[in-house]
């Protein structure tokens, strides 16, 4: 390893610890003698792009059964200066879009490419949330102003489904259409697809994996998602509705729904986490939609430009999970959590351009060795942060 190597490779592990009782956000973080946490290592060189290939935002990033990266692009937000190598004839040496879906091995070797618009399917206006299920099929939604479906493809591309179809959504009690959902994740207990839906829509909604037969949806505390309540923000570190003229009008009632529902996973103990990133908070359900327990993930992001906190989810490799991950794209970093009571208990990286932060992080995965992966959609790029155990800290 170089010097300048050396040098990018940042040890990036739990921060931001505080007194007894203090808080980050409006969550409260684990005081007492001593907390285990994991400890993280970037790995600067990863991953390895093919030769002048260059990807630009990214969508989404997940981690299938075999330990490998699924990377989620937006070849459409790049522009002409930087894809000269793919003007004919070339006006440069260097570079050529990557592809849509991207596969990579644990070591950050590039092994295969595919996606965007074709015959038989509505391809998304703009790529967002990526899932790779228990049988190595590939789902992608979109965030694009009428991308209303999801999509379902073999490993290597081949169409196996799409549920909904563009510009028809008629809501948040829509069972047949989405609105810019965002994330996907098959429940292998159950063989159901659960879907964030999304920046309009104001659920999660349940298919059959197989078939895309409608199931069920739920709103905030597992009730009717209603479209009609406005969507509001909430005051710094209180979790209590913004004394605004939105927020006044609405009388808080705002809270009861989901605003931009970004992110679905399901634990081994089959929870359902939903991360609400509108309103800078985690809700946990059974597979059915029943309400168990929600936590704000800090609210220093509002109110706005700020685009909430809770964006991206997922869990530590142990058998118990202990950790949730939760990706901020407001605050620039990687929250850790107790997934037991959704305390903070550290955090990973901070804004920044350099190998170990974060420039509009989006979203976070975890593989079964710990490792972590996130995405980027304003750094354009995707990172890993090697596990390196985890270590004992004295909270005082």
Not at 189 to 203: I, K, L, M, Q, T
Request: with cysteine; charged share 20%.
């Amino acid at each position: 390893m170089t010097r300048g190597e050396r040098a990018c490779t940042l040890v990036v592990a739990f921060v931001a610890f505080v007194a007894a009782g203090a808080t980050i956000g409006s969550v409260p973080v684990l005081s007492g003698a001593e907390q285990s946490l994991p400890v993280f290592e970037v790995e600067a060189s990863w991953p390895k792009l093919p030769d002048k290939m260059i990807y630009g935002a990214l969508g989404g990033i997940d981690v299938d059964s075999h330990d490998h990266i699924w990377i989620l692009n937006r070849p459409r937000t790049l522009t002409k200066g930087e894809t000269y190598a793919a003007l004919v004839p070339p006006m440069a040496e260097c570079c050529v879009p990557a592809p849509p879906v991207m596969e990579f091995d644990a070591a950050g070797n590039y092994l295969q490419g595919w996606g965007g618009p074709g015959p038989g399917y509505e391809w998304p206006e703009i790529e967002h949330g990526i899932h790779v299920d228990y049988r190595g099929n590939v789902w992608i939604a979109g965030s694009g102003a009428k991308d209303n479906q999801v999509l379902k493809f073999t490993a290597s591309g081949e169409l196996l489904m799409q549920i909904g179809h563009a510009g028809q959504s008629a809501g948040s009690n829509d069972t047949a259409n989405f609105a810019r959902p965002t994330d996907i994740y098959v429940n292998q207990v159950s063989n159901e697809a659960f879907v964030s839906d999304g920046y309009v829509n104001r659920r999660v909604i349940v298919f059959d994996a197989d078939t895309g037969a409608y199931k069920r949806h739920w709103g905030a505390f597992g009730s009717k998602p209603d479209d009609a309540v406005a969507r509001g923000r909430v005051v710094e570190g209180s979790g209590k509705p913004a004394d605004t003229a939105q927020g006044v009008q609405a009388g808080g009632a705002w809270l009861k729904q989901f605003n931009t529902v970004h992110a679905v996973r399901i634990s081994n103990d089959q929870l359902v986490y939903v991360g609400d990133r509108g309103n800078d908070r985690v809700q946990v359900f059974r597979p059915d939609g029943t309400f168990i327990k929600e936590a704000f993930v800090s609210t220093r992001s509002n109110p706005p430009p700020g685009t909430g906190t809770a964006g991206g989810l997922a869990f530590s490799a142990d058998k118990e999970q202990r950790f949730l991950y939760v990706s901020d794209s407001s605050n620039q970093v990687v929250w850790i959590l107790s997934r037991d009571t959704l305390q903070i208990l550290g955090k990973l990286g901070r804004q920044g351009r350099n190998a170990g932060q974060f420039d509009l992080l989006h979203f976070v995965a975890a593989d079964s060795h710990g490792n972590i992966y996130t995405a980027e959609f304003g750094g354009r790029r995707a990172q890993k942060f090697l596990y390196k155990g985890v270590s004992a800290v004295s909270i005082r």
